[in-house]
Nanobody
């Protein structure tokens, strides 16, 4: 059984930083892609960043240059470093895992593995 557990969310002022973590069990980030989606109040889920099993990364245009996705295969943990946070980054952030080509879809269809989500609030 695959489980993804996020941590690291919280309240931060605009311009601040947070690092989210995603610990996986039942699968390995060395053989499966992982990514982060977020959902703002009243909006659908959007892809923030994803990383393939081989380390190739992709980002939403809105976070390019501010966010960085990485993973530690030995710890089976993925990370999302978020810098220069803006109020529009506020939302629930979900860790996901699945096939790399699923992260190219407009909607998160086919991604069967999701964490419970962690709240990120950017506000002064």
């Amino acid at each position: 059984q695959v489980q993804l557990v996020e941590s690291g969310g919280g309240l931060v002022q605009p311009g601040g930083s947070l690092r989210l973590s995603c610990a996986a069990s039942g699968t390995s980030f060395s053989i499966i892609a992982m990514g982060w989606y977020r959902q703002a109040p009243g909006k659908g889920r959007e892809l923030v960043a994803a990383i393939s099993s081989g380390g190739q990364a992709k980002y939403a245009d809105s976070v390019q240059g501010r966010f960085s996705i990485s993973k530690d295969n030995a710890k089976n943990t993925g990370y999302l470093q978020m810098n220069s946070l803006k109020p529009e980054d506020t939302g629930v952030y979900y860790c996901t895992a699945g096939r790399w080509d699923y992260y190219s879809r407009d909607q998160p269809i086919g991604l069967n593995y999701w964490g419970q989500g962690t709240q990120v609030t950017v506000s002064s």
